[in-house]
């Protein structure tokens, strides 16, 4: 299991640079939440943060306040089930691996489909 590691810092060390990259995110996702599409309280979420302080607009998708926090929490306790006691670990379903980052760490999401929504590069996938 790959861990998403926290952010590094609690200020951005490019402030200026954030501002725009964050804005064209915004923008790249028409300025709705990529889960349900939303247009209120938005944040832009960082994937991953291999380029911190170097963000490229790959690295955040766009995600209303209540999906920042289920994918931020979601990912806590990824972190914690990876460092704690393996043997305290509690079985789960099986996922099918994303066909766009071969990872499976995911949600389901919770319309009739059936999707999954990815953890890592956040799409949803069968």
């Known amino acids: 299991m790959r861990c998403i590691p926290t952010r590094p810092d609690k200020n951005h060390p490019d402030e200026e640079h954030w501002q725009v990259v964050r804005k064209a995110a915004l923008a790249r996702d028409g300025r709705k939440?990529?889960?349900?599409?939303?247009?209120?309280?938005?944040?832009?979420?960082?994937?991953?943060?291999?380029?911190?302080?170097?963000e490229k607009l790959q690295d955040l998708t766009t995600l209303c306040r209540e999906h920042h926090k289920m994918i931020t929490l979601k990912n806590r306790e990824l972190r914690k089930r990876k460092f704690s006691n393996?043997?305290?670990?509690?079985?789960?379903?099986?996922?099918?691996?994303?066909?766009?980052?071969?990872?499976?760490?995911?949600?389901?999401?919770?319309?009739?489909?059936?999707?999954?929504?990815?953890l890592y590069c956040h799409e949803f996938y069968k």
Do not use: M
């Open 86 to 118: 393996p043997s305290k670990r509690l079985p789960h379903k099986e996922i099918p691996k994303c066909a766009k980052c071969n990872q499976n760490e995911a949600i389901e999401s919770q319309d009739e489909d059936g999707d999954y929504y990815c």
């Open 33 to 54: 939440c990529r889960i349900c599409g939303s247009s209120k309280a938005l944040n832009v979420h960082h994937i991953h943060y291999e380029n911190w302080g170097k």
